[in-house]
């Protein structure tokens, strides 16, 4: 198993800035891709942004252009740079990583997704 715990969450004023942090412990094999969701106040769960093994980024268009997603790959973290925070953005952010379930399977090969607990982000204009 993979566990992950997000950090980072905070109030701000609109046009403010924060930045998440996810760290991933367990059995951290190969990490694939790791991903930042948000679930806003009465509403489903949305991809916002996810960075995979080569560094390779994709940001949905909500968030484009204003948050950054990079990783250190040596310590199985990844982190979510927001920038010109609007009301909309808040939401609960959940952390989410694909890993292989094995130390000798590859990124190609089945995947497992696991998921954090969430850390909350409020923007107030």
């Known amino acids: 198993q993979v566990q992950l715990v997000e950090s980072g969450g905070d109030s701000v004023q609109a046009g403010g800035s924060l930045k998440l942090s996810c760290v991933a412990s367990?059995?951290?094999?190969?990490?694939?891709?790791m991903a930042w969701y948000r679930q806003p106040p009465g509403k489903a769960r949305e991809f916002a942004s996810r960075?995979?093994?080569?560094?390779?980024?994709l940001y949905s268009n909500s968030v484009n252009d204003r948050f950054t997603i990079s990783q250190d790959r040596d310590k199985n973290t990844v982190y979510l740079q927001m920038n010109s925070l609007q009301n909309d953005d808040t939401a609960v952010y959940y952390c989410?990583?694909?890993?292989?379930?094995?130390?000798?399977?590859?990124?190609?090969?089945?995947?497992?997704?696991?998921w954090g607990q969430g850390t909350q982000v409020t923007v107030s204009s």
């Open positions: 989410s990583a694909l890993f292989t379930v094995t130390s000798t399977m590859q990124c190609r090969d089945t995947l497992k997704r696991y």
């Open positions: 960075i995979d093994y080569s560094g390779a980024t």
């Open positions: 367990g059995e951290t094999f190969t990490n694939c891709e």
